[in-house]
């Protein structure tokens, strides 16, 4: 038969062996845990060096554009010099090239416009109406027109263009 001691030995290898198993239960969870942990600190090492390596190439970048900024920057310096040695030979030419002090200058010049103006007009007014006339289609300008309205050369067509009678809805009679 047991005795208390049988039964407080037994009951004693009992706790123990469930405690070793509770240990070896918790070891095994910390020894997966400390695997995941090595390859997330791996995973995060090699993401560290393509963002090192990321970073450097975007700092080779700015450094281009701040290089390819700088050149820019120096040919519009080169520009302005440039362009104020050119200033200052064009105001010691100014006086030589004649200013027009008693008004003739400006009134020809008003008078060469007007002219030049007019002529421009008429111009695209007589191509225009030789344009309109040499467009239409036999059968139509005879279906439209009266033979007495029609333009013979040498004569002024009735046919005006709506822009410069300025009248909607195209050409009018």
């Keep these: ?7 407080a030995v037994v009951a004693a290898a009992a706790a123990f ?5 509770v240990a070896i239960y918790v070891m095994l969870k910390a020894a997966r845990l400390m ?9 995060l090492r090699e993401r560290e060096d393509l963002l090192i390596e990321r970073a450097s190439t975007a700092i080779d970048r700015v450094g281009e554009q701040i290089a390819m900024t ?3 920057t120096a ?3 080169d ?3 440039g362009m104020a040695d050119l200033r200052g030979r064009m105001t010691a030419l100014a006086p030589a090239a004649g200013t027009g002090t008693d008004g003739s200058h400006g009134a020809l010049t008003w008078g060469a416009a007007l002219v030049y103006g ?5 111009g695209l007014r007589w191509a225009a109406q030789f344009r309109f006339v040499a467009r239409r289609e036999p059968a139509a300008q005879e279906a439209t027109a009266a033979p007495a309205r029609r333009a013979r050369p040498g004569q002024v067509n009735e046919q005006r ?9 195209g050409v009018s009679r």
Aim: proline content about 0%; overall charge positive; hydrophobic content about 55%.
């Design 75 to 77: 040919s519009m310096d």
């Design 118 to 122: 007019l002529a421009r007009a008429l």
């Design 1 to 7: 038969m047991l005795t208390a001691v049988w039964v």
């Design 161 to 169: 263009r709506a822009a410069l009678t300025g009248r909607r809805g």
């Design 70 to 72: 700088e050149t820019i």
């Design 79 to 81: 520009v302005t010099a």
């Design 35 to 43: 695997t995941e942990s090595s390859a997330a600190m791996a995973s």
């Design 17 to 21: 062996v469930i405690g070793v198993a």
